[in-house]
């Protein structure tokens, strides 16, 4: 297998736990644009056993407070890619935790749903 890019990130690490770390992503859709890594090499949030998966929401949780007070969000979105249909470009399990502000999109109403096209509006 080649190197994973999110077995040893080389970027600052935001927040820990025993299983995970957040760090920025390289290609941040927002100032904050942050990932929450599993330590051990898996390919979905779905190939974690039961304590690994709740470490990384936890991190998520603990992630919040990080990126308010050097971001000062209005909002935010949370998402996984499970898969190449999904989205997914790296094969390393990975949760997105993307700041949002007010005015960063003309019509943010359906948020993770406009990941479809034509889709999200309701």
Known sequence: MDECIFCRPQREILASNAHAIAVFDTYPVSPGHSLILPLRHVVTIWDLPEDEYLACYALVRELKPVLEARFKPDGFNVGVNC???????????HIHVIPRYKGDTPFPKGGVRHVIPLKGSY
């Open 83 to 93: 898969g190449e249909a999904a989205g997914q470009s790296v094969w390393h399990a």
